[in-house]
C-alpha cells in the first residue's frame, strides 16, 4: 500500500511534497556538516595500513558485523540488540522509501516494485513488531535488571534513542494501517498493520485521514531527528561500527608497530601516544565505534581485582577528548595533553594485556593497542615509569634477559642432556626456542628437559641458539620500550636466518605469539608452534602413548596469549582427553571467557596492591577440588602456584604443572 494523502496535502498554501524537501535538506545538510567535521578528526590520525586481506575483511564483516556473533555472549541483552540491529536494517529502506514516495507522489524504489515490494512489505511489518517488543525490552533491561556494567552512563540518551526507534515503528503501523482503512485495502500478511487498521475502524473517515497524515510526518520528523542526533551521540556507532567491524586487527596477537617506517626506530623518532593526535584513523574510529556495553570492563581483571582502570570510561573519555579537539585539527600543531589529565598514570600500568576487553567488544574495539602505545610515550620521552622494572630494562639491556642470567647460562637447563647448540657453520630444520624462564627458572626447568624427552623419543632432530638466544622482547615491548625491543627482536632474526630454521617449538606462549605474529614486521618468515600443538600432533600419530594410572581430576587454565591471542583452545584438552584417567574439570571462566593469571603485560614485574588477580583465579580454578590445575604458560604456572600456595583454609595447596609435565607423569615411557 503506497500512502500520497500526506504530501500531496497543501500547508499554508504550499504542497507537501515541497515541505517535506526543505526538511529533507535542512536534515541532510546539518547531518553532513556533522559528520564531515568527525570525518575530519580521522583524517588528523596517524597512518594505519588497514586495507589488506579484503576478502578476510569482508567474511569478517558478514560474521560479526552483520550477523553479530559476539552479541549473544550476553544472551538477553545480546538478542535484544540483534533484534534491534536487523530491525534498524530492514526498516532503514522503508523510511528510504517513504522518503521518495513523499518527494514525488506515486513513485517508489526500483527494487520494491511487485512481487518484491509484497514480500518486503510483509516482512517489515514482522520486523516493526519485533523491533518495538525488542525495544520495550531493552528498557526494561536498563530500568529494571540494571546491569551492573552499563554504569549508568548516558542513561537518558539510551533511553531517548530507544524512545525514538519505538516511534519510529509505530508511527509507520499506524501510517499504514489508517492508510489500508481508508482505501478499504488490507494484506493477510503485514499483520501489525491490518490489526492497526482493524482498531481504527470506528473512526470517522476526516479522523482517519488526520491520523493518516500525522502518522506520516510523524515518522519523517523523527527520522531525521534521529539521522542527526546519531553523530552527536554514543549511537554515532550505528553508522562507524560496521567499518570498524571491517577494519579490525587482522592478527590478534600483533601489536600495532611503533613506525609503519621501515626504517629502525630511535627514542627520537617515535614518541608513542603522547597527545590524542598522535593515535592512528583507525583507533579514532574505535573511539566513535564504543557502544558503552562495558563488556570490556565487566571482563577486565585490572578491574575485577579494584586497579584505577576501566576499558569502557577509557574510551569514553579518549572519544570526548577527541571531539574536544574538532576545533584544532592536527594540521595546525596544536598540542593537547593527554596522559596525566585524560588518562591516568597508574590506569596504564594497572593493565595485563591480557586481551579479555578486546575477545569481548562486539565493534572490536583496540584498548591494548591504546595503553601500550600511551606506555611507550611514558617510557621513551619521558622516561616515566614504575621504579620494580627499572633493573629488568637493565637486565634486557646488559644481559638479554630479564633475569640477569647472561648468555653463558642460558643451556644450563640442558646439563647432562645431549643438547647441542646451532652455529652459522650448521643448519637444522627445528629450533627449540627455550624461552627465559626455561633457561632461567628452576622450576620451569623441568619442563625444558621433559619437552627433549619427548621430541627426542618421537624422532624429531632440533637444535638450540644457546648463547645466542635472547628474551623474545615481549616483557619490554608490553611494557612501552620498544625501542629495546626492536634490538632484542632484530638479533634474535639474525640469529635465526643465519642457522637457516623452518621452524621454531617454544613452550612460552608469549614467545610463541612474539615469534609468530610480531616478528614477520621485522622480516622472520619461519613456522612457529607451541609446544601443545606438538604434543596434539604426536599423540595424533601414535609417537607419543599414555599408561593406564591413577585417576585425577584436572582443571586445565587458559593462557590469555595463547588462547585469545591464538585461539589455541582444543589442543590442550584434545591431549588431556586422550590420558586415561584424567577427568578434565573446566572453570565457570574458561575459553575466550578465562581469567588472566595476572602476570601478562609485563606484571610480573610489577608489585600488586591489594586484591591481586592471581589469587582470584587460583580460587576459581580450585572451586571443584582438583588434583592439579593444569596450564602451559611459565608466567601462569608462576603466578598461579603462588595464588594456590595463598589459599586459606584449605589443606595442602594444590599443585599446578604444565601439560609437558602431565604427559610426562602418564605418557609410555
Known sequence: MTGILPVTQHYAGIPGNVWLGVLTTIAVVTFLIVTYNRFRLLCAGNKDPRFSSVKERLKGLVLEGFLQRRQPRYPVAGVLHIVIFWGFMVLGLRSLNLLVEGLFPGTTLPFLKGDVGVVY??????????????????????????????????????????????????????????????????TGWAVGSVAVSYGLSFLAPQVLKTVHVTGYWVHMIVFFVFLNLLPLSKHFHIITAL????????????????????????????????KVEDFTWKHMLDFFSCTECGRCTDNCPANLVGRNLS???????????????????????????????????????????????????????????????????????????????????????????PMGMGPARRTEWAEGLPVESLSKNNAVDVVYWV????????????????????????????EILGAAERCCGDFARRLGNEYLFETLARKNIEALKACGAKQIVTTCPHCYNTLKNEYPDFGLDVDVLHHTELLTRLIRDNKVTFKTG???????????????????????????????GVDVIEPERNCEKGLCCGGGGGYMWLVEQGQRVNEVRAAELSTHAPDLVATACPYCMTMLQDGLDRQKDTGTPVQCMDLMEIVDRFMTN
Open 121 to 186: 512489505d510483509s516482512m517489515k511489518d514482522l520486523f516493526e513488531l519485533t523491533t518495538l517488543a525488542a525495544c520495550i525490552g531493552a528498557v526494561y533491561h536498563r530500568a529494571v535488571v540494571k546491569p551492573k556494567r552499563y554504569d549508568g552512563s548516558h542513561r537518558f540518551e539510551a533511553y531517548l534513542v530507544l524512545s525514538l526507534i519505538g516511534i519510529l515503528m509505530l508511527s509507520d503501523l499506524v501510517y499504514e494501517g489508517a492508510g489500508y482503512r481508508l482505501q478499504a485495502e488490507e
Open 243 to 274: 567499518p570498524n567491524v571491517f577494519f579490525k586487527k587482522q592478527v590478534r596477537g600483533r601489536l600495532k608497530p611503533a613506525t609503519f617506517e621501515p626504517a629502525p626506530i630511535t627514542e627520537l623518532t617515535y614518541a608513542g601516544v603522547g
Open 311 to 401: 576499558p569502557k570510561h577509557m574510551t569514553m573519555r579518549l572519544r570526548d577528548h577527541v571531539y574536544g579537539t574538532s576545533k584544532a585539527p592536527r594540521s595546525t600543531g596544536k598540542e593537547t595533553p593527554l596522559i596525566g589529565d585524560i588518562i591516568a598514570t597508574d590506569e596504564l600500568w594497572a593493565c595485563t594485556t591480557c586481551g579479555a576487553c578486546e575477545e569481548q567488544c562486539p565493534v572490536f574495539i583496540e584498548h591494548v593497542d591504546k595503553i601500550v602505545d600511551m606506555r611507550r610515550h611514558l617510557v621513551l620521552m619521558q622516561s616515566d615509569f614504575p621504579d620494580e622494572i627499572l633493573q629488568m630494562f637493565r637486565n634486557l639491556e646488559i644481559f638479554s634477559d
Open 435 to 462: 624461552g627465559c624462564f626455561a633457561a632461567a627458572d628452576d622450576r620451569y626447568r623441568s619442563v625444558a628437559r621433559t619437552l627433549w624427552k619427548i621430541m627426542t623419543g618421537a624422532g624429531i632432530r632440533f
Open 550 to 580: 591413577d585417576k585425577a581430576r584436572i582443571t586445565y587454565h587458559d593462557a590469555c596469549y595463547l588462547g585469545r591471542y591464538n585461539q589455541i583452545y582444543l589442543p590442550p584438552r584434545e591431549i588431556l582427553g586422550h590420558i586415561p
